[in-house]
């Protein structure tokens, strides 16, 4: 399996414009996790999903964020309209459950958000 | 919150030294795991170790967990120029709850 893949790898757009961050997990995954990654917050849950059904998404910071989960093999991040404090790497992971608890995420390579 | 909480923040060694980090956490656990990430990259998962165990090693990473003070320590052994990442320590459940991660910096 290729991993964890995300696209864009960079996107730079205006404030205001909608922004679309895109994700294929790892096939057989069950769990997919989008974290926004900051030097001032750190490393942030934004949702997470459990075949193909949201969770949680009390990490969501606004609802200029919204996420879908269509298919076992993808799913996207949006965010309409931008602003520049959106300006972080998103990274999407991937687990499945042994036993009963997961017991390891897997990462894509993040997408690097800048918005001015 | 579960969010845990690495220590030092950063760290700066010579090259051939070993690195101690720690990590604290604040509710039980069925396991923790260490990740490793190089900048501008994504997470990438070291080691596990499990709540009943109390040591465990993966070729120069060592590391401890001490379930009474919700504690664990990651040792890197003669370290090199290529270990300078950022280290996370992350408790799971359904979801992964990541600490603050420890920076390190190994000088060659």
């Known amino acids: 399996d290729a991993g964890v893949i995300q696209s864009p790898r960079h996107e730079v757009t205006e404030m205001g414009q909608e922004v679309t961050l895109r994700c294929k997990p790892i096939?057989?995954?069950?769990?997919l996790f989008w974290y926004r990654q900051t030097m001032m917050r750190g490393l942030e849950l934004l949702i997470y999903?459990?075949?193909?059904?949201?969770?949680?998404d009390s990490g969501m910071p606004e609802d200029r964020f919204s996420a879908k989960m269509p298919n076992a093999s993808f799913s996207t991040l949006k965010i309409q309209p931008s602003e520049p404090r959106d300006s972080a790497v998103y990274f999407c992971?991937?687990?499945?459950?042994?036993?009963?608890?997961?017991?390891?995420?897997?990462f894509g390579q993040g997408t690097r958000l800048t918005v001015v | 919150s579960q969010q845990g909480e690495e220590d030092p923040q950063a760290l700066s060694i010579q090259e051939g030294e070993n690195a101690t980090m720690n990590c604290s956490y604040k509710?039980?656990?069925?396991?923790l795991q260490w990740y490793r990430q190089n900048s501008g990259r994504g997470l990438v998962h070291l080691i596990l170790?499990?709540?009943?165990?109390r040591e465990k090693h993966s070729g120069r990473l060592r590391v401890t967990l001490d379930t009474s003070k919700k504690s664990s320590s990651l040792l890197i052994t003669a370290s090199r120029a290529a270990d300078t990442a950022s280290y996370f320590c992350?408790?799971?459940?359904?979801?992964?709850?990541f600490g603050t991660g420890t920076s390190l910096t190994v000088i060659p």
């Open positions: 992350a408790t799971s459940g359904n979801q992964f709850y």
């Open positions: 509710t039980s656990i069925n396991n």
């Open positions: 170790i499990r709540s009943n165990e």
């Open positions: 096939s057989g995954h069950d769990y």
């Open positions: 992971a991937s687990s499945r459950v042994t036993g009963t608890a997961n017991t390891e995420a897997f």
């Open positions: 999903f459990n075949n193909n059904v949201p969770i949680d």
